[in-house]
């Protein structure tokens, strides 16, 4: 059975003005989306936010300063993968005009997931998938999947949350997924989500996950579509693909596993079980095997199994094993070569880590100045006036015995800036970003086979799908007076009064009609209801 899926990505931005001072990103980012609005095949968004480009996918401004794409309805994970580099360089090239007309210093997009700022903000990267499963068995099949598929999908990085310390996670969104099932994408997020808003017909229903970071790599970005398409593809067939692995603690299992980079670490089941997220992976994939050839699976189902086969067996010698294929262990090298640049191991950093927790809940319990204000810097740790100065006499021995000494307090500090620099630049879009020159310099072996002709999927919509239709009725209208404007399940005509109804997934045809105009009035209804709905969870006092 063919299948649906597509990516809503959220982009990091900066701009600087031609003397190089920061400039406002939501007003830079308006301009932007003018340009877009002018140079591309596109019909304004019905809510007013945006625009549908002719490729069949939809370009905005988000709240929080930040821009939104998201890829057409694909049929298969060549395609998601295919029109998500597809959006990519059109966002570096809106930002090169936007930098011509603007007289910027630059504007740069970053395929960020978390802020090490202490902002607290993260970007999200949310995955939908088309299906017609039970949703109320749907959370125990997929959560111990979602959970130990982060060996494959995690972005890698740095704990966040960690105020002083610098910890590697192969998932730094982990630290943002709070509960194990919830309805909310802002906060408290949730490893299974359960918005249920199908933009379509036919008894359809979309999964969004909320649980998956922005990858780089072809490799990871087609695994983490095709596994998770065939995970649901067995849930909709009742095969309960979930049910003998669920987890006492899915969140910190989660976690967990993020933890370690040889993919080892293992996690508590409900039935007592310690089992790793490689268990885990090869129960599901050992599942879809058995049923590859049940006609409920996509046509690409054996590619998939394949390919799912061969990354969890190279997984067995992570972290060296996939340091050039998946985007947390080609950090992973990259981070052990500046620590060991500096001077430092992975075992001393982790050694700091636990320092630096330590010395926290000292100051923070410690009298006087906290260092909130002042900082856990080097002066406030070696101030003899400071409420650490016995403690850091105390301990002097203890680090001694780890072949640590405080002189290399600030030099720690200032490695832990420049990891989380590295961590930024990696995702940064265009030619200088770390990820591209290293892709560039041909060090890496990402890509994966078909993955291809992305300048095709600039311009063009996939093949199947109401993507299809939508995108081609795009290039027709732009550039007609102001009378049309669209959303994912139809395209309104204001002076005809008529629409094309594109609520069937797999529309084939343009089909206009009057009748079809009841459709507008429910979507704006809903984003009506939706709007009030949000003011009134900003106004409830908890």
């Given at each position: 059975m063919e299948r649906l899926m597509g990516l809503e990505n959220e982009y990091a931005f900066h701009a600087t003005g031609p003397r190089g001072g920061t400039v406002d990103p939501q007003h830079v980012l308006q301009d932007l989306n003018a340009i877009a609005r002018e140079e591309l095949p596109s019909l304004p968004s019905l809510n007013g936010n945006?625009?549908?480009?002719?490729?069949?996918?939809?370009?905005?401004?988000?709240?929080?300063?930040?821009?939104?794409?998201?890829?057409?309805?694909?049929?298969?994970?060549w395609d998601v993968v295919r029109y998500l580099a597809a959006g990519e360089e059109m966002l570096t090239g809106l930002a090169a005009k936007l930098v011509a007309r603007r007289n910027l210093g630059c504007a740069t997009f970053y395929k960020s997931n978390v802020d090490y700022s202490g902002t607290g903000s993260t970007w999200g990267a949310h995955e939908n998938y088309m299906h017609r499963a039970d949703l109320a068995k749907l959370p125990e099949d997929l959560i111990p999947f979602l959970v130990s598929r982060v060996i494959i999908t995690g972005a890698g990085g740095f704990d966040p949350t960690t105020p002083t310390g610098c910890c590697f996670t192969l998932s730094p969104r982990a630290f943002h997924i709070t509960a194990n099932v919830t309805n909310s994408s802002t906060n408290d997020r949730g490893i299974y989500h359960t918005k249920n808003e199908p933009l379509c017909s036919g008894g359809y229903h979309r999964l969004h996950v909320?649980?998956?970071?922005?990858?780089?790599?072809?490799?990871?970005?087609?695994?983490?579509?095709?596994?998770?398409?065939?995970?649901?593809?067995?849930?909709?067939?009742?095969?309960?693909?979930?049910?003998d692995m669920a987890l006492r603690r899915p969140v910190?299992?989660?976690?967990?596993?993020?933890?370690d980079p040889t993919c080892r670490t293992t996690?508590?089941?409900?039935?007592?079980?310690?089992?790793?997220?490689?268990?885990?992976?090869?129960?599901?994939?050992?599942?879809?095997?058995?049923?590859?050839?049940?006609?409920?699976?996509?046509p690409w189902v054996q590619r998939a199994v394949d390919e799912w086969d061969v990354m969890l067996k190279r997984l067995r010698g992570a972290p060296d094993s996939v340091a050039t294929c998946l985007d947390w262990a080609i950090k992973h090298r990259l981070y052990g070569a500046r620590i060991e640049k500096r001077g430092f191991t992975w075992q001393m950093l982790h050694s700091w880590n636990n320092l630096m927790r330590l010395l926290r809940i000292c100051a923070e319990l410690a009298p006087g100045e906290a260092p909130q204000r002042t900082g856990l810097t080097a002066d406030f740790v070696h101030d003899p006036r400071a409420p650490l100065k016995d403690i850091v006499k105390e301990l002097a021995p203890h680090l001694a015995a780890r072949g640590m000494h405080w002189d290399q307090f600030d030099r720690f500090m200032k490695l832990r800036l420049e990891l989380f620099e590295i961590d930024t630049r990696f995702g940064q879009l265009g030619p200088g970003g770390i990820f591209n020159s290293l892709d560039h310099a041909g060090v890496l072996q990402h890509q994966f086979p078909g993955v291809d002709n992305i300048p095709h999927a600039l311009a063009n919509p996939p093949a199947i799908g109401r993507a299809r239709v939508r995108g081609e009725a795009i290039r027709r209208l732009h550039g007609s007076p102001p009378r049309y404007t669209c959303d994912w399940s139809l395209i309104v005509d204001a002076e005809n009064k008529t629409a094309l109804d594109l609520r069937d997934p797999w529309e084939r045809a343009e089909n206009w009609s009057a009748e079809a105009m009841t459709v507008r009035e429910d979507a704006q209804l809903l984003t009506l209801l939706r709007q009030r709905a949000a003011q009134t969870a900003a106004e409830v006092p908890f």
């Open positions: 945006g625009i549908f480009l002719g490729n069949g996918g939809r370009l905005y401004q988000d709240a929080g300063a930040h821009e939104e794409w998201c890829t057409p309805e694909s049929a298969n994970p909320l649980v998956g970071e922005s990858l780089y790599s072809h490799t990871g970005n087609w695994l983490k579509f095709a596994t998770t398409a065939l995970v649901v593809a067995m849930a909709e067939a009742g095969l309960r693909p979930g049910r910190d299992a989660l976690r967990a596993y993020a933890s996690a508590g089941t409900v039935s007592g079980e310690a089992i790793s997220a490689l268990d885990i992976q090869r129960h599901y994939l050992d599942l879809a095997q058995r049923h590859r050839s049940a006609p409920f699976m996509p």
